[in-house]
Structure formats: structure tokens, C-alpha cells
């Protein structure tokens, strides 16, 4: 299983200014990043789970691991995020959260206490927040997944299924799910699964207080045709964060013109394409580092074309894009953001140089996960 990475290419289009003395190599291409081989058990690892685990402990859970990589930009930050293990709960041995994780909502919300007294007045189907986006329209319930779905996901009906002490229930927009809103046994719950039309995603959560085995058994139920997501219910009413204020176009970072005209009196440098190019790596893991924090179409990928215009001093501070076939606000923020951070070679002779830098992102990831490994 390949867990959430992008294919990032990097080329260099040419100079609109300032020189590049030799012909430019063929871009750099950065492949998927590994995996770490699965989880391991150890006192230290966020992952892992204690004896007598409740649903509350598997959301605490991935709120940690999703913690630890949100400090810094790069590839790095994110490993914690992938486990490699192929499924969401791994109950080998010591009982852990495995799946690869991928918040909807940041901050994640805790586990409900309660949950069967509002779903037994909501009988309509469940809306589910995503890192591909929101399900449109208003809903009874919604629900925040925070193990990764494949980009698929997010075009296929939303099954709900929520373990609470009273029983499962059950929601989503087809008919025979909607004629049953009561809590049913866990067996009864599977019937009616096994009944529902593929593909769909079947969205698992519960109340805090809800057993591991308990989840464990509901996730044992959901038949093999549909793809399968842990998500955390929130209670009516919440107000989740937008993902980028409404006024917010980025319009400022927009460049289609090419970089503004430089000042009359700069003068015009040079730099070696070889170490320029070394230089701009790291914008590889910063850029998957912006795409997988901003979510939404930044994960279906596209292509960017960065404007730079490098300083003397080896400094981007003038960044712009030249064009933007994703038009996700915060990735555009992200990534300029990045670019003007690099430090780069200083020109020689002195002067500026400016370089378009083609920015291409792919989803090479995630694939869908099976519910438990036992």
C-alpha cells in the first residue's frame, strides 16, 4: 500500500531575466516517499494502544500522530502520518492504531460521550469532512475522518456507521438504511450493510466509551466491496474551521504577466544551473509538506508554475506564480511562502536572476486500507 505522498517535478523553464550559463538538465523528479515498514511497539509511540482501549483512545491517538507532523515543512514531518501496515487497526499484538492518517479537521475533536440520544432524532444521512473536502449540503450528523480515503472517496455515497452502548447505527441517503434508524446489534448491522450497493465509503466511529473489541467487531462486519474510514462524530451544531477565509483569493501572489520589471538600475547575474537546481530540492518535501496540510483539490494534484526572482544575496524574496492550475488559496500561500525561505546561490557575477520554476503535482497516493489486521 502506498501511503499519501505526491510526485513533485521540478524543471527549470528558463530565465526571463539574468543568465543561466549552460542549457538546463532534464528536471528532477522526487519519487513517492517510503513507508516505514509497520508500527512498532514501543512505550514511545503514539500509535500504540493501552490494554483495555476505548474508541476515545484511538481518536487521542491520531490526534498525537497527526500532532507530530504538523511542526516543520518536509517529507519528514509526515512520516509519522504513514505506517505502511495496510490497515486501521492492528490488534496482532499490542493494540494499535495502524491506518495512515489523514485529519479533515484540524484541531480533531475529541470522541462524544453520547451519541444514540441525537442520532435516534436524526435519521438523514451523515455529512463527512475529509482531507479531499466536504460532503455538500446540510446533514443531522457530520462526521470528521481521520484515516486517509483514496481520492475516489470523495465522489462515492457516505455510509455512517456509529457504535454507541445502546447499539450501531446506521446512516446515509439510501432508502433501506433510512427506513431503519434505530440502534441494531452489531450482526444486524452487517445484514444491512451486506444489502447496500458498492462502491461506497463506510465512515466508522463511536461514542468515547466505546471497546476497542466493540469497534473491532463493527469493523469485522463491513463488507470487503467498500472502502472503510475511522472518523470522529461532532456534535450538532459545530462550527467547523474553513479552510480559508472567504475575502482570501491570494490574488496578490498571482502572476501571469511573468515578475514584475526590475528596477532600472539592476544589474543582470548569473548562476550554474547544476547548483541551482541542487538549491530548489527542498521545495520537493515543501511542497508535499503545503499539499498535504492544505487538503482538498491541492491533494488531486496539478500544475504550478513558480515565478523567483533570486537576489543577489541568493535571497527569493520576489515570488509569485505564473500560473496556478490547482487554485488552492493556502497551497499558493504555502508554497511561495516556501520559496521565499530557500536559501540559494548567490549570483556571480552579481546581480539578479530570475527563473521560472514548472511545479508538477501528482497524487501517487493513499490506496484504501483493509479494516483490521489480526
Not at 507530530?68 to 518536509?74: K, L, R
Not at 476497542?212 to 462486519?221: G, Q
Request: aromatic share 2%; with cysteine.
Amino acid at each position: 500500500m502506498k501511503a499519501p505522498a505526491l510526485l513533485l517535478v521540478i524543471g527549470l523553464l528558463g530565465c526571463a531575466s539574468g543568465q543561466v550559463r549552460t542549457d538546463p538538465a532534464p528536471p528532477i523528479a522526487a519519487s513517492a516517499l517510503p513507508t516505514a515498514a509497520g508500527v512498532a511497539a514501543s512505550p514511545a509511540n503514539p500509535r500504540q494502544l493501552p490494554a483495555h482501549a476505548t474508541f476515545a483512545d484511538v481518536v487521542d491517538a491520531a490526534r498525537a500522530v497527526d500532532d507530530e507532523s504538523q511542526p516543520n515543512a518536509g517529507a519528514s514531518a509526515h512520516a509519522a502520518e504513514r505506517s505502511g501496515s495496510g490497515c486501521l487497526l492492528d490488534l496482532r499484538a499490542a493494540p494499535s492504531l495502524a491506518g495512515d492518517i489523514l485529519v479533515g479537521a484540524r484541531p480533531l475533536a475529541s470522541a462524544p460521550e453520547e451519541l444514540a440520544t441525537p442520532l435516534l432524532r436524526a435519521a438523514g444521512p451523515a455529512a463527512v469532512v475529509s482531507a479531499w473536502g466536504s460532503t455538500p449540503g446540510e446533514a443531522e450528523v457530520a462526521l470528521v475522518a481521520f484515516t486517509t480515503t483514496s481520492s475516489a472517496a470523495a465522489r462515492r455515497p457516505a455510509i455512517a456507521a456509529i457504535a454507541t452502548l445502546a447499539g450501531v447505527f446506521l446512516r446515509s441517503a439510501d432508502s433501506s438504511v433510512r427506513a431503519h434508524p434505530e440502534a441494531m446489534p452489531v450482526d444486524a448491522a452487517g445484514t444491512l450493510l451486506s444489502q447496500l450497493p458498492g462502491p461506497a465509503v463506510v465512515y466508522v466511529s463511536a461514542e468515547a466509551a466505546v471497546p476497542l473489541d466493540a469497534l473491532a467487531r463493527l469493523l469485522r462486519v463491513v463488507p470487503n466491496r467498500f472502502e472503510v474510514a475511522l472518523a470522529v462524530a461532532l456534535p450538532k451544531g459545530t462550527r467547523l474551521p474553513p479552510t480559508a477565509a472567504a475575502a482570501d483569493s491570494g490574488s496578490e501572489l498571482l502572476c501571469p504577466a511573468g515578475l514584475p520589471e526590475p528596477a532600472p538600475d539592476a544589474a543582470e547575474g548569473e548562476l550554474e544551473p547544476a547548483g541551482l537546481r541542487q538549491a530548489l530540492a527542498p521545495l520537493e518535501a515543501a511542497a508535499l509538506s503545503c499539499a498535504l496540510t492544505t487538503g482538498g483539490q491541492a491533494l488531486s494534484g496539478g500544475r504550478l508554475v513558480l515565478g523567483l526572482r533570486i537576489d543577489p544575496d541568493g535571497r527569493a524574496r520576489t515570488a509569485c506564480l505564473v500560473s496556478d492550475a490547482i487554485g488552492e488559496v493556502l497551497l499558493r500561500r504555502c508554497v511561495v511562502r516556501a520559496a521565499r525561505g530557500l536559501a540559494l546561490p548567490k549570483p556571480s557575477p552579481a546581480g539578479f536572476v530570475d527563473v521560472h520554476l514548472p511545479l508538477e503535482l501528482t497524487l501517487v497516493g493513499p490506496s484504501p486500507q483493509r479494516p483490521l489486521c489480526e
